[in-house]
């Protein structure tokens, strides 16, 4: 049994061996592309097991041939272990020629088919002639127009990869790139490159450098930029900041090619009349210069450019605009809005009134979320060094639910009338006031003994809950609501009993009050005291004249001589009478004065030329109870000595009321 089973195995192993050297050929190893230089050696690779057929090499299709040596081809040989199957195509000293495409083959069999290896392509390597800048060493442009470049390197394979380099910096847009066929596989490379030349590019050089990889280092070319262009002009002011009344120069300096350049000033667009040079003067400036805008304008071959400058005149701070007053709700943003003019551009700086904290600097101050506590007046200031400041208010009112600044303790007394007041004070106005105690609410109207009334007054809404005899129970709480658009706010106000003065205050205010009368009596007698002394001490001298009744008191009169000659009064000589005015000072009640006189009914006396004053009424005086014209006239000197006997009987007519008249 077991021999058979090792005869078994011995023919199974038999039948393998037989079946393995039946395979057919295939490639363990296919050539791969490859790219050299000419003149360089290459080897393409094949391998291939179980060959049966014939193994070849083929270039673009056509059959090398089978012999290792390759007859015809004598820089071309197979290489490689034939036992190995290795047919690997070795190419020496390449050209140009060798470029193609290689396949290495198997021919088929009776029993087998013949295999084709993968392409292979073989590239040949050639470096292509120095590239050229068409247009020369020197390219002149003009400054601002476009102009195209051209750089070439020609019969290169590949064609030669050209790029643009100025002063030293690549150049990598406004190119184009185009190759040309230049025969036997060979190519021409071209670039382009559209130039937008500026000033600043006169005298740069341009730089073209070509690559390929048959090069061992890059080549390059150059050429220099020649730019033509309009003059570049500067317009500079001496001194840059202008005082008022001063001189100034403006100069304008150019650059230009082609150098030569003319000159033309002009002041806001109008050109000035013969001033055509580099350097314009202007004398006694005025406020009203600044800002003006000077223009010169330099003209070459090319063409003409300008350049402005604005005059500067220094000047303080001048208001703008200014946001007078801003109102925003709470919970949003908040701008304040203050711009000023002046030279130096001014520094603005925001405080709160009250404040000297500065909140910001510039034309605006922005609260990005504000709230009732915004709310205020605040202050932009602008400086302008040199030239003073100025100072603007804006008003924020910031719109939040009603806020009460009443008291929360108000007093009234019992059984009069009291009053208690709830004060809302900010923005938006109140839409509803009302009051609520015991159960009871009141808006405005009466309730009883309670009357709730409302006014606009400076700060506010006011609401006024008028109670009226105030009684022991009306001592209580009241509660004020206030309505507006954002909310309402309600507030406690107690009123309370007030409290009655105490006795010693009031003594100590009778007391002082006494006092203080004392204190100005005292100094009216002292005034009155010291004038007299002064009358006595008078060059005038002063006669008196008083006519009393002998019954009631009648209107007192007196009549004051005041002798203008002060010799003659020395003298006791009567001058002439001057021309003299009467003034009359009486109560004119009295309808029987006429009969009533202790002198035995003198007439009244009307001073020649003088005329009566009603001090009282401030008319010409005329008494409708007595008729003047019934009695006689009697003179000055009469009358002093009617006064003479009226004083002698003063005392027994203590109570009756004199008349006066006085003449000056």
């Given at each position: 049994m077991r021999l058979l089973s090792t005869i078994v195995a011995c023919l199974a192993l038999a039948g393998l061996v037989?079946?393995?050297?039946?395979?057919?050929?295939?490639?363990?190893?296919?050539?791969?592309?490859?790219?050299?230089?000419?003149?360089?050696?290459?080897?393409?690779?094949?391998?291939?097991?179980?060959?049966?057929?014939?193994?070849?090499?083929?270039?673009?299709?056509?059959?090398?041939?089978?012999?290792?040596?390759?007859?015809?081809?004598?820089?071309?040989?197979?290489?490689?272990?034939?036992?190995?199957g290795q047919?690997?195509?070795?190419?020496?000293?390449?050209?140009?020629?060798?470029?193609?495409?290689?396949?290495?083959?198997?021919?088929?069999?009776?029993?087998?088919?013949?295999?084709?290896?993968?392409?292979?392509?073989?590239?040949?390597?050639?470096?292509?002639?120095?590239?050229?800048?068409?247009?020369?060493?020197?390219?002149?442009?003009?400054?601002?127009?476009?102009?195209?470049?051209?750089?070439r390197a020609d019969n290169g394979k590949p064609a030669a990869t050209l790029t643009w380099w100025k002063d030293g910096q690549e150049i990598t847009e406004g190119i184009t790139y185009i190759t040309?066929?230049?025969?036997?596989?060979?190519?021409?490379?071209?670039?382009?490159?559209?130039?937008?030349?500026?000033?600043?590019?006169?005298?740069?050089?341009?730089?073209?450098?070509?690559?390929?990889?048959?090069?061992?280092?890059?080549?390059?070319?150059?050429?220099?930029?020649?730019?033509?262009?309009?003059?570049?002009?500067?317009?500079?002011?001496d001194p840059?900041?202008?005082?008022?009344?001063?001189?100034?120069?403006?100069?304008?300096?150019?650059?230009?090619?082609?150098?030569?350049?003319?000159?033309?000033?002009?002041?806001?667009?109008?050109?000035?009349?013969?001033?055509?040079?580099?350097?314009?003067?202007?004398?006694?400036?005025?406020?009203?210069?600044?800002?003006?805008?000077?223009?010169?304008?330099?003209?070459?071959?090319?063409?003409?450019?300008?350049?402005?400058?604005?005059?500067?005149?220094?000047?303080?701070?001048?208001?703008?605009?200014?946001?007078?007053?801003?109102?925003?709700?709470?919970?949003?943003?908040?701008?304040?809005?203050?711009?000023?003019?002046?030279?130096?551009?001014?520094?603005?700086?925001?405080?709160?009134?009250?404040?000297?904290?500065?909140?910001?600097?510039?034309?605006?101050?922005?609260?990005?979320?504000?709230?009732?506590?915004?709310?205020?007046?605040?202050?932009?200031t602008a400086v302008v060094p040199g030239s003073g400041e100025d100072s603007r208010e804006v008003v924020l009112v910031v719109n939040g639910p009603p806020i009460i600044s009443s008291f929360e303790v108000q007093y009234a007394s019992s059984g009069d009338e009291g009053q208690i007041e709830c004060l809302s004070s900010n923005s938006p106005p109140p839409s509803r006031m009302a009051w609520t105690w015991n159960g009871i609410m009141l808006d405005t109207g009466t309730e009883g003994r309670?009357?709730?009334?409302?006014?606009?007054?400076?700060?506010?809404?006011?609401?006024?809950?008028?109670?009226?005899?105030?009684?022991?129970?009306?001592?209580?709480?009241?509660?004020?609501?206030v309505w507006n658009r954002l909310g309402l706010t309600s507030k406690i106000i107690t009123l309370r009993q007030k409290e009655p003065l105490p006795l010693a205050a009031i003594v100590g205010g009778a007391v002082a009050g006494l006092v203080l009368i004392l204190v100005i009596v005292l100094l009216v007698f002292v005034f009155c005291h010291r004038r007299r002394k002064k009358q006595g001490a008078s060059n005038e001298s002063i006669t008196?004249?008083?006519?009393?009744?002998?019954q009631e008191t009648p209107p007192k009169e007196k009549v004051e001589i005041i002798h203008r000659d002060h010799e003659a009064a020395k003298d006791k000589v009567p001058p002439p009478p001057p021309q003299r005015k009467y003034y009359i000072t009486a109560d004119y009640d009295d309808r029987d004065y006429s009969s009533k006189t202790s002198l035995g009914a003198p007439p009244p006396w009307t001073p020649p030329g003088g005329t009566y004053q009603d001090y009282k009424n401030g008319n010409l005086y005329s008494n409708p109870y007595n008729n003047y014209s019934s009695y006689p006239a009697v003179s000055e000197h009469s009358y002093e000595r009617a006064s003479i006997a009226s004083r002698a009987s003063r005392a027994s007519e203590a109570q009756k009321k004199p008349r006066m008249m006085t003449h000056v």
């Open positions: 037989a079946r393995g050297s039946a395979q057919d050929q295939s490639f363990r190893e296919e050539p791969d592309s490859v790219a050299v230089r000419q003149g360089e050696t290459v080897t393409l690779t094949c391998a291939i097991d179980n060959v049966a057929g014939i193994v070849q090499w083929t270039k673009d299709n056509f059959a090398l041939g089978s012999d290792r040596a390759l007859p015809g081809y004598p820089r071309f040989t197979i290489t490689g272990d034939v036992n190995r047919y690997n195509l070795l190419v020496q000293d390449t050209l140009l020629e060798d470029d193609g495409t290689y396949q290495c083959q198997a021919s088929p069999t009776e029993n087998q088919q013949g295999i084709r290896s993968q392409n292979a392509q073989l590239t040949i390597y050639l470096p292509p002639d120095n590239p050229v800048i068409e247009e020369g060493s020197s390219v002149s442009v003009i400054a601002g127009q476009p102009k195209n470049v051209t750089c040309e066929d230049a025969g036997e596989k060979r190519k021409n490379g071209v670039s382009i490159l559209t130039l937008n030349p500026s000033v600043d590019d006169h005298g740069k050089v341009l730089t073209c450098q070509s690559s390929n990889p048959a090069m061992d280092a890059n080549k390059e070319t150059t050429t220099q930029l020649n730019v033509e262009h309009t003059p570049v002009v500067v317009v500079q002011s840059p900041l202008v005082e008022e009344g001063s001189s100034v120069s403006l100069s304008c300096e150019s650059r230009a090619n082609p150098g030569e350049v003319n000159y033309q000033w002009k002041k806001n667009g109008v050109v000035l009349a013969g001033e055509n040079g580099q350097v314009l003067r202007l004398n006694n400036v005025r406020r009203e210069d600044n800002l003006q805008v000077f223009t010169c304008d330099a003209t070459n071959a090319v063409g003409t450019n300008s350049a402005n400058i604005t005059l500067s005149v220094q000047y303080g701070p001048e208001p703008l605009k200014t946001t007078g007053q801003v109102i925003v709700d709470r919970g949003t943003s908040a701008t304040l809005v203050c711009k000023w003019s002046g030279n130096p551009s001014p520094t603005i700086m925001w405080t709160k009134k009250g404040s000297s904290s500065v909140l910001g600097t510039g034309d605006t101050l922005t609260f990005p979320i504000v709230d009732q506590s915004h709310s205020g007046t605040y202050q932009c309670f009357t709730a009334e409302q006014r606009d007054v400076h700060g506010g809404r006011l609401s006024v809950l008028t109670v009226s005899k105030v009684q022991a129970g009306d001592f209580a709480e009241y509660n004020c609501t008196r004249l008083e006519v009393r009744d002998g």
